[in-house]
């Protein structure tokens, strides 16, 4: 069981993210690349992040768009520092789009 | 701009395929892997063809699950040949599950 963070944990989190925001219980982010290559070339990345995390995100690709929602399953889909981790890392593969 | 299949034609191809259906006016299947790497591994296969086809589907990961919609862009978000090519090119590659 993991801890879901405090509001004021996520806020002080989304103050060093760029373009996150809450949805619903999630974190979520829309990236938007140049093309399919570079958008699923972001996602082959950061799968192996998320894999070497043992923490997964809900994503949807259309094209060039990556719509990301980072909650924790076993936190009852509530934010954990798991989410934190894991957007920090797509963070430094997406380039802060 | 290319051309919607006819209703008629979109059933033909649904009875040669397993598990997709219409949903809207798109072909949508949801595959269920033993684990993120091989649903991941899944999308990344797919993900050649797509750009070896040059057409793309609209696709939501979660861990082990995939869930493909199909539909042209360029016909309105209908259904066209090129999407019963993609959804038969993951046939073969996600072994029919």
């Given at each position: 069981?993991s801890?879901?963070?405090?509001?004021?944990?996520?806020?002080?989190?989304?103050g060093?993210?760029?373009g996150w925001?809450?949805?619903?219980?999630a974190?979520a982010?829309?990236y938007?690349?140049?093309?399919?290559?570079?958008a699923?070339?972001?996602?082959?990345r950061?799968?192996?992040?998320?894999?070497?995390?043992n923490h997964h995100?809900?994503?949807?690709?259309?094209y060039?768009?990556?719509v990301v929602?980072?909650?924790?399953h076993d936190?009852?889909?509530?934010v954990t520092?798991?989410d934190?981790?894991?957007?920090?890392?797509?963070?430094?593969?997406?380039g802060?789009?």
């Amino acid at each position: 069981m993991s801890t879901p963070l405090t509001a004021k944990e996520i806020q002080d989190a989304l103050g060093e993210l760029q373009g996150w925001a809450r949805d619903g219980d999630a974190l979520a982010k829309t990236y938007v690349f140049g093309s399919f290559r570079e958008a699923f070339g972001f996602m082959t990345r950061v799968a192996f992040e998320a894999e070497a995390l043992n923490h997964h995100p809900e994503w949807t690709n259309v094209y060039n768009r990556v719509v990301v929602r980072l909650s924790t399953h076993d936190a009852g889909g509530k934010v954990t520092a798991k989410d934190v981790a894991l957007a920090k890392r797509m963070e430094r593969i997406g380039g802060v789009k």
